[in-house]
Nanobody, 127 residues
Framework: QVQLVESGGGLVQAGGSLRLSCAASGRTISRSAMGWFRQAPGKEREFVATISWGGGNTYYADSVQGRFTISRDNAKNTVYLQMNSLKPEDTAVYYC????????????????????WGQGTQVTVSS
């Protein structure tokens, strides 16, 4: 099992930027696809972005495409989510998650394959 700790959340004005980090410990995530999900109050958890363990493949939710960028540094056992042009509707608790895969090119946009989850970090975007 891997422990995931998110950081970098906070309060930002609309149009601003934040960079979330997800630091892993306990085992390497270099063979895990990684994902970011979010959950707003009163809403279901939704997919945000995912990256293959090779780092070459990424996929985004339509709502964040072109504004958010997921990346990873396997040497640091860390995954990042750069969020630009933030909107009030991006307000949510953001979670990172890890899924073991057999291929460096695989990623997952559904929550089901993800076994390990972080505690989340709050992102609040004011209008």
């Amino acid at each position: 099992q891997v422990q995931l700790v998110e950081s970098g959340g906070g309060l930002v004005q609309a149009g601003g930027s934040l960079r979330l980090s997800c630091a892993a410990s306990g085992r390497t995530i270099s063979r895990s696809a990684m994902g970011w999900f979010r959950q707003a109050p009163g809403k279901e958890r939704e997919f945000v972005a995912t990256i293959s363990w090779g780092g070459g493949n990424t996929y985004y939710a339509d709502s964040v495409q072109g504004r958010f960028t997921i990346s990873r540094d396997n040497a640091k056992n860390t995954v990042y989510l750069q969020m630009n042009s933030l909107k009030p509707e991006d307000t949510a608790v953001y979670y990172c998650a890890a899924a073991l895969t057999y291929s460096s090119s695989i990623y997952y946009s559904s929550a089901r394959p993800y076994i390990d989850w972080g505690q989340g970090t709050q992102v609040t975007v004011s209008s």
